[in-house]
């Protein structure tokens, strides 16, 4: 057994006694209004006066949760070249790999870039499934790919390609209202629909909501957009778990509230041919060459991906990168980015650069990582469906605020967050080209921030800061709706994680 499979049982293993340790561990301290943990596990969501309740984030991430990343055999071993230049030498095992048949499971394989230098002067790129890039560790002596010379890029990229097809035409939801939380409606007809079939729940973006919602009256600056009608439209990503009459229940919980109002909300089924699948980078480190601390014509992203389903990224480290470590962009869902570590950013500190781990998917989840001397170092989009996560990430010399940064993203968790920064969910206005407001049915839960502002939307929902250590902020308008505050500066909330303590219940049947 070599020393790496050992180290990654041994994480497992503590994982799994921090997992029983949320399930089975005493309950002292103060429990949230919003949400109780029973003796057994079990979660009781208590509604608010519209119904709502906290939604469920337990399905986030590689295969939902409800399967470890595999340790996928090596099909290819790549040695670091004498000179140093392993651009060509990566893609080319990356495209050899690629024509391999997949297994039962979807693997190709794993490519293992033995420990030593590889410099990339462009991008190497993944844009077939089953296929995990391996190195020998992040830490000094493993194995680093450098990217050298100039050009804003993303040095890794795993691509799929193509859109979400709908297959057939949209099917009315009837409910004058669906709250947050809920995981069944009623629709006209479930006439050619099944139990397991995948289906967008649509929310139109109407120009009523927009107008209720204030976003097309942001106080203009020379570049500031209003928000046009069809412009936030929302397409979530979900599975049916039961039919019972006309009533359609689903696998995820709705995250925006759909009102017949605002123009309800809509079914239909459908498929994503170019998403690739079953995709993995680990055990890496990247670095970029750059001029100078300001220096912007370099390496931006260590790694980007797009239009992937069930992948994951763990144990990466990246330094002297202009923006991120990790950038999940649309397109992908139910990634895992684990352990890993984003540091020594070399940019100008200003809009558009830091953001150190950025999710632009759904059903994503950050877990354990870490950054440094970043911007937005746990960040949302514009439009992003939730649920999304990040869980147990660390940032220090923070320059800005971690958060939903602009143009409403919804539902995602900040679960035990810890900065010296800020963590913000508020109406931007005219920050940036007109962001206005950030996000509905962001939860900071049990986090720990210099100061936190989190407001309510007009309409459409609310925010949650429940059990932050830190200071209260008004934010950036002081005349918007506070969100719900609960138990701010006090010790012992329990559940420890809401995260954990879904996926706990959900796994225990519960």
């Not at 391999?100 to 190497?124: C, E, H, Q, T």
């Not at 990224?313 to 330094?319: Q, T, Y």
């Not at 991120?324 to 100008?348: E, F, H, P, W, Y």
């Not at 950036?476 to 809401?498: A, I, M, V």
Request: with cysteine.
């Amino acid at each position: 057994m070599t020393l790496s499979v050992i180290k990654r049982i041994t994480l497992l293993s503590i994982a799994a006694l921090t997992i029983c340790a949320f399930h089975t561990g005493k309950k002292d301290g103060w429990q949230s209004k919003f949400v109780t943990l029973n003796g057994d596990g079990s979660l009781t969501y208590h509604p608010d006066t519209e119904g709502g309740t906290l939604p469920d984030f337990s399905r986030v991430g590689y295969h939902e949760g409800d399967a470890p990343i595999p340790d996928v055999a090596v099909v290819k071993t790549v040695m670091a070249p004498a000179d140093g230049n392993g651009q060509q030498l990566i893609q080319d095992a990356i495209n050899e790999v690629a024509k391999l048949p997949p297994d039962v499971n979807g693997f190709r394989g794993a490519i293992l870039l033995k420990k030593g230098v590889y410099k990339i002067a462009d991008s190497v790129r993944v844009t077939t499934g089953g296929i995990v890039l391996r190195g020998e560790g992040p830490e000094k002596g493993g194995t680093l790919i450098i990217a050298t010379g100039k050009g804003q890029r993303s040095v890794l990229q795993v691509l799929g390609h193509g859109n979400i097809r709908e297959a057939n035409d949209r099917v009315k939801i009837t409910d004058e209202f669906v709250p947050v939380g809920a995981k069944s409606f009623h629709v006209e007809s479930v006439a050619g629909y099944k139990i397991g079939d995948r289906i967008i729940v649509f929310r139109p973006s109407t120009a009523n909501w927009i107008h209720d919602l204030k976003m097309d009256q942001i106080v203009a600056r020379a570049d500031t957009k209003q928000w046009q009608a069809g412009q936030f439209d929302m397409r979530y990503e979900r599975t049916i778990t039961k039919i019972e009459g006309n009533e359609v229940s689903i696998d995820n919980s709705i995250v925006m509230q759909m009102s017949s109002n605002y123009g309800g909300g809509t079914i239909c089924k459908y498929s994503f041919p170019g998403r690739i699948k079953e995709v993995g980078v680990e055990d890496i480190r990247f670095e970029s060459e750059y001029a100078s601390n300001t220096d912007e014509n370099h390496g931006w992203n260590a790694v980007l991906i797009k239009d992937v389903e069930n992948g994951w990224v763990r144990n990466v480290a990246s330094r002297y990168f202009g923006n991120s470590c990790v950038t999940l962009q649309t397109g992908t869902r139910n990634i895992t980015v684990t352990d890993s570590r984003c540091t020594d950013a070399k940019s100008v500190i200003d809009g558009g650069r830091r953001y150190s781990f950025t999710n632009n998917g759904q059903l994503n989840l950050f877990m354990n990582c870490h950054a440094e001397d970043g911007r937005h170092d746990f960040v949302t989009g514009a439009r992003v469906c939730g649920p999304n996560v990040f869980y147990n990430g660390t940032a220090i010399r923070s320059h800005a605020d971690a958060g939903p940064h602009h143009r409403w993203s919804s539902g995602t968790l900040y679960d035990n967050i810890v900065t010296d920064g800020e963590i913000n969910v508020q109406d931007r206005g005219n920050m940036g080209s007109g962001h206005g407001w950030s996000g509905v049915t962001q939860i900071l839960w049990n986090c720990t921030a210099k100061k936190a502002a989190v407001q309510k939307p007009w309409v459409s929902g609310t925010n949650y800061c429940i059990g932050l250590h830190g200071s209260e902020d008004p934010g950036h308008f002081t005349d918007r709706l506070e969100g719900e505050w609960e138990g701010r500066n006090k010790n012992g909330l329990q559940p420890q994680s809401l995260y954990i303590a879904q996926l706990n219940a959900r796994h225990a049947g519960k």
